[in-house]
Every structure is written in structure tokens, then in C-alpha cells.
């Protein structure tokens, strides 16, 4: 998948903010399969596993039986029908998830080769924190970025200027009835 297209910029930002958010002593259960960031991030002294490959629409129980005190979901949101499903299904008291940003000048991603690499919601920052409230967390830190292309057109200059990136830390709310 990063063959020719390493995201450093994108690693580097989620790293910094990962490291404000989070303690490296706390245990991560991170959405998705083992990759060039889940490395990066025990590189870097965090305890992480990761789900199996599962179709999290459909099979949570990873989730709902992880003990980690940490989600993280990187880029995963955007390929769900249903992130709500998931956002419910999370014990861990602490997120932090990142998601594309929807651009107005482009359509939302699809591989035409990998069913798995493709988006199905490409978020405005607003939508992606109405999901996140109402799915039971109170978000806590926000950033966004741009990520540039070195192409030329107008497509390529916007994402000079467009943030494409946003990255949330949130905290599970406390039920206040019990």
C-alpha cells in the first residue's frame, strides 16, 4: 500500500500528537492491520496490537474484548458503513482516531483494485465530531494538515492549502447515572 507513496509527513504529525495524548505505558488496541505506523509507534515504545483484518462493520469482538486502555484508528473510519457500531463497541476510556478530510475539489477515494481501499465517508471535521459525541465521547484535542503533492495543476496546488488530515484525542464520557 506505501510502495511509492510513504506518508512521512502524516506518520510524523500523528506520532507528535499520539505522544501528547497518550502515556507509553498504556496498553493501544490499534484499528486495522499491523503497518508501517504500528511500527513506528513501538519503535517509539508503545505497546500495540493491532485487530486481525476483520470486517469491524460487521465483527467487533476484538474490540469489545481488548483490555487496552487506548484505541487508536488511523485512517479507518472512512472505509466503514458504520463507524457508530464500532465508536459504541470501544471499552477503552481514551481515542485517538484520524480521518481524510473531505475535499471539495475532488472525489472521495476508491481503489478500483483493492475492495478494502476504499472510502465510503470522507469527513468534514464537524461530521466526524457530531459521530464522535454522539457516539459517547468528548473530544478533548483536535489537529488538522494539509498534505502537498509536488504535481502540477490546480488539484495539486489546493492540497498546499486544503487541510486533508484530521486527527482527534477524546475520552470516553462518564455515564453520570450510575
Excluded at 128 to 154: M, R, S, V
Amino acid at each position: 500500500m506505501y510502495e511509492n507513496t510513504y506518508p512521512s509527513k502524516r506518520f510524523k504529525l500523528t506520532l507528535e500528537f499520539l505522544k501528547k495524548h497518550v502515556d507509553a505505558s498504556e496498553t493501544i488496541l490499534d484499528l486495522g492491520v499491523e503497518n508501517p505506523l504500528t511500527k513506528i509507534m513501538k519503535a517509539h515504545n508503545f505497546s500495540v496490537e493491532n485487530t486481525k483484518g476483520e470486517d469491524l462493520d460487521i465483527d467487533t469482538s476484538t474490540i469489545e474484548n481488548s483490555e487496552a486502555t487506548v484505541i487508536t484508528a488511523f485512517e479507518i473510519f472512512e472505509h466503514l458503513l458504520s463507524p457508530f457500531t464500532v465508536l459504541k463497541s470501544i471499552k477503552a476510556e481514551k481515542l485517538v482516531a484520524s480521518v481524510p478530510l473531505r475535499l471539495w475539489f475532488s472525489p472521495a477515494y476508491r481503489s478500483k483494485t483493492d475492495k478494502w481501499d476504499r472510502h465510503y465517508h470522507e469527513f468534514e471535521d464537524w461530521q466526524f465530531d457530531w459521530l464522535l459525541e454522539k457516539a459517547g465521547w468528548e473530544i478533548k484535542a483536535t489537529q488538522k494538515w494539509t498534505n502537498p503533492t509536488k504535481k502540477i495543476g490546480l488539484r495539486p496546488l489546493l492540497r498546499w492549502f486544503t487541510p486533508r488530515y484530521y486527527i482527534v484525542y477524546a475520552e470516553r464520557v462518564k455515564n453520570t447515572n450510575s
